[in-house]
């Protein structure tokens, strides 16, 4: 009969959230503290100070239970809402040694996950859906969204401004970018590998001047109205895009300029080819004819204190290159508009066959776009681990609850985005077809550091002889023979069992 109202009583706390305020109130009436406290009045030889002594116990030991319970709940709560928003995403594997694997996770996204924001016949823009809206393990990102833009050779992208921030970094194409800003217009002859930053609010305008390589331009997006959430504002337009002057009353907009309604029908009513369309050579021409170079080429020769305009990646030395892979980074501390963001930008070239070193980000969060082509990722997380194994009984008095760690792993393929949250483990891994490229804004990059965790200046070679051997419980010189054997810094060579196996889904995953 007890077991079952104690069953009845966690059944009921699974339902009712109990806010810390009142959980000493919960805790006054738990059956189990009137039992411990009846012991501690009934316990022989206990003087009036031990027994309140113990009955003081009594409520920590309960207080701690609760506690734990609640934490409990609120972990079982994520997983369920993650479960929730897309069951089908959540197979989990097990494969034969017991090996903890999630395929599907909430840290990989494809492209059944953008959203189209534009689409015509020149070029389309997609944008991921909100990081929340696939789980809340995602909230240390919210306010950032990422997408792309993708238009054909002598594209014209309508003007329009964002209630957001943006970065724009070109991925393949020639965009000439012009930006109106609150006294001037500056336009700017981008190529590959150019960085540049657009203030919230600032109307911009596009055009893809090469002939015949399509524009392809990743965003990361940081709305400065409602958290994760932005919208495009056209002005000059018409009905599609729909200028936002539509938004005023005809009477309003006669006053406003100065000109008779029907005028002002015709002009705000004609477009309707919607926001990408072809410039002929010409247009194109006079579009670009008096920009400014590109990041490509003015940085860094003396211009880089001009803190708005473009820069170029690639115009730095490579932070790590040898013939497995190349990183190209640059820090907020170096260029004025990524502080502001506090973002960072690093693009990865992976050579066929290699790897990046297992590291993690010290506080940083990564959101990472796959540029081209393939390969896979792994990552350990404790925060998806399995039920079993986090709950541990209050009754066995056992404190550590030791989370599992899930591996977490993710085809990568042109156009598929990845989250890697501070502090989790990560490596990525090109096939054995193609170099794998990857453009990624780290954001939080303030105070940053990465960890590498294997290579030659991996965390563990940094250790005392001692504390490795307490640590591993085996002799230093055997960590040693682990930790120091790779001569490489941050590429490798790659496993050599997924070199040959492209194409098998089941390849990657143990
Ligand atoms: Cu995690």
């Not at 316990?43 to 030991?61: H, L, P, V």
């Not at 609120?74 to 995403?89: A, I, P, W």
């Not at 690093?346 to 959101?367: C, D, E, H, L, V």
């Not at 390969?375 to 550590?400: D, F, T």
Request: hydrophobic letters at 35%; one cysteine or more; aromatic letters at 10%.
């Amino acid at each position: 009969m007890a077991a079952f109202k104690l069953s009845l009583l966690i059944l009921l706390l699974l339902f009712v959230v109990v806010p810390s305020s009142s959980v000493d109130v919960s805790v006054q009436k738990d059956p189990e503290l009137k039992q411990c406290r009846h012991q501690c009045t009934h316990q022989t030889g206990f003087d009036e100070a031990q027994k309140s002594q113990c009955e003081q116990k009594c409520k920590e030991y309960i207080r701690d239970k609760r506690e734990q319970e609640r934490r409990e709940r609120g972990g079982r709560d994520e997983k369920e809402d993650e479960s929730h928003y897309n069951r089908k995403e959540r197979e989990e594997t097990r494969s034969g040694e017991g090996e903890r694997v999630t395929e599907r996770s909430p840290y990989v996204f494809e492209e059944e996950h953008f959203e189209t924001s534009i689409k015509t016949e020149e070029g389309r823009v997609h944008i991921l859906r909100k990081f929340t809206e696939k789980s809340k393990l995602l909230k240390g990102i919210e306010n950032y969204r990422v997408g792309f833009l993708e238009a054909n050779p002598s594209a014209f992208i309508a003007p329009v401004h964002l209630d957001a921030d943006c970065v724009f970094f070109v991925a393949t194409g020639k965009p000439t970018v012009t930006l109106l800003r609150e006294d001037k217009r500056e336009t700017f002859n981008l190529v590959q590998g150019d960085i540049l930053t657009i203030p919230a609010g600032t109307p911009v305008y596009i055009v893809n001047r090469d002939e015949n390589e399509k524009l392809f331009i990743v965003k990361l997006i940081n709305p400065v109205s409602l958290p994760g959430r932005f919208e495009p504002f056209y002005g000059a337009g018409g009905e599609t895009p729909e200028t936002f002057y539509r938004g005023f009353s005809w009477e309003v907009l006669s006053a406003a300029f100065k000109r008779e309604r029907d005028e002002l029908e015709r002009l705000f009513r004609q477009q309707k080819r919607g926001s990408i369309v072809k410039a002929s050579r010409q247009q194109v021409q006079e579009l670009s004819r008096h920009a400014e170079g590109g990041g490509g080429t003015v940085w860094p020769f003396g211009q880089e204190t001009r803190s708005s305009g473009p820069f170029n990646l690639f115009r730095k030395h490579a932070t790590q290159s040898n013939r497995f892979g190349r990183l190209y980074e640059a820090n907020p501390s170096d260029h004025k508009q990524l502080q502001d963001l506090d973002v960072m930008i690093t693009f990865a070239n992976i050579t066929q066959g290699a790897m990046a070193a297992p590291f993690y980000n010290s506080r940083a969060t990564k959101i990472a776009f796959v540029l081209d082509g393939e390969g896979y990722l792994e990552m350990a997380c404790p925060h998806i681990s399995s039920e079993q194994g986090r709950r541990g009984s209050p009754w066995q008095g056992e404190k550590e609850n030791r989370p599992e760690i899930q591996r977490v792993t993710g085809r990568l393929r042109r156009g598929v985005v990845f989250v890697v949250p501070a502090g989790h483990p990560v490596t990525t891994i090109a096939s054995g077809n193609n170099n794998l490229q990857i453009v990624c804004f780290v954001v939080n990059a303030e105070g940053n550091v990465r960890y590498p965790l294997a290579g030659k200046r991996n965390i563990v070679t940094e250790m005392e002889n001692v504390a490795k051997e307490l640590a591993f419980s085996v002799p230093a010189r055997e960590v040693d023979r682990v930790f120091k054997s790779q001569n490489e810094e941050f590429f490798f060579p790659g496993p050599r069992s997924t070199q040959q196996e492209e194409g098998g889904q089941r390849a990657y995953a143990s």
